[in-house]
């Protein structure tokens, strides 16, 4: 576990780098955990993040296929977002826990 | 003296599948996506049996064997007796009830899968030889099929460093 300070805030991240605490994110933590990705996020990216924090918030596992039928973003544009980890990338930016689905 | 190897990540997997029952069709589909989720290149070579799994009329209806297989159980866990396996309409019942169980832990039919795989960069091949031996052609396969490759074509494909083939 590493703690780093962000925008003024200092964070709690676990050894892959996500927020330990989902109530400490907010935009400036999102840009900056999107900029160690190689990431710049726009409004469409931000639509997401959202969403994967109300579906967290709710408690629903998530997965791809969840995500690719939000209405948000259907699944080749969520690779298009998120290059190289769709779901690990976003949920890590959007500060909820690593999801543990396969699918 | 310790000697420290670092480990390279893998790079691209090309998985073979040359079964068509449930179990052989998304052991390939799951390690598929899952490769392409995280960013690792997959190629997906379809032969002989798990041709099902590509051609359009068959790759909704694929089932899972219910004789021949020990690990076939009932609901609870008691044995599944192979002569109620030979009854008509089981295996169609067992099929359709494992489909069900997937679909409550989001595991798409096979050609929603195929398409979450492909709209990842996954590519999806048939087997030349294959399709001559069951006499199909282009067009019964899934239309996101890349093309029909001799095992040669498919090799080609599997070069470069950290690489894996897979025969599910």
Not at chain 2, 127 to 144: P, Q, R, T
Request: glycine content about 12%.
């Amino acid at each position: 576990m590493t703690s780093k300070t962000i925008a003024g805030l200092t964070v709690q991240l676990n050894d892959e780098g996500y927020l330990k605490d989902p109530s400490q994110w907010n935009r400036e933590i999102a840009e900056e955990l999107a900029r160690e990705t190689g990431i710049e996020l726009t409004g469409k990216h931000f639509e997401v993040l959202e969403y994967l924090r109300e579906q967290h918030a709710a408690g629903v596992p998530l997965t791809i296929r969840k995500v690719g039928k939000s209405g948000i973003v259907d699944i080749k544009g969520l690779y298009t977002l998120f290059p190289g980890g769709p779901l690990k990338y976003s949920s890590k930016i959007a500060g909820i826990p690593k999801p543990v689905s396969c699918v | 003296m310790k000697s420290e190897t670092i480990e390279k990540p893998l790079k691209k997997v090309c998985i073979i599948c040359a079964k068509g029952s449930i179990e052989d069709v998304y052991a390939t589909l799951v390690l598929a996506n899952g490769a392409v989720m995280e960013g690792i290149e997959a190629k997906l070579f379809f032969t002989f049996f798990g041709l099902d799994a590509i051609t359009v009329k068959q790759m909704n209806k694929i089932r899972t064997g219910t004789l021949g297989n020990p690990a076939m159980r009932m609901p609870g866990g008691l044995p599944f007796p192979s002569l109620l396996g030979a009854m008509p309409g089981v295996e169609a019942g067992v099929s359709a009830m494992m489909k069900s169980q997937m679909e409550k832990l989001d595991i798409p039919p096979v050609g929603e899968f195929l398409e979450m795989i492909t709209a990842g960069g996954g590519e999806v091949y048939a087997c030349k030889l294959a399709m001559d031996m069951f006499k199909l052609e282009e067009e019964d396969l899934w239309e996101g099929c890349s093309g029909v490759l001799t095992v040669g074509d498919f090799y080609a494909m599997c070069g470069g460093e950290n690489t894996q083939i897979i025969f599910t």
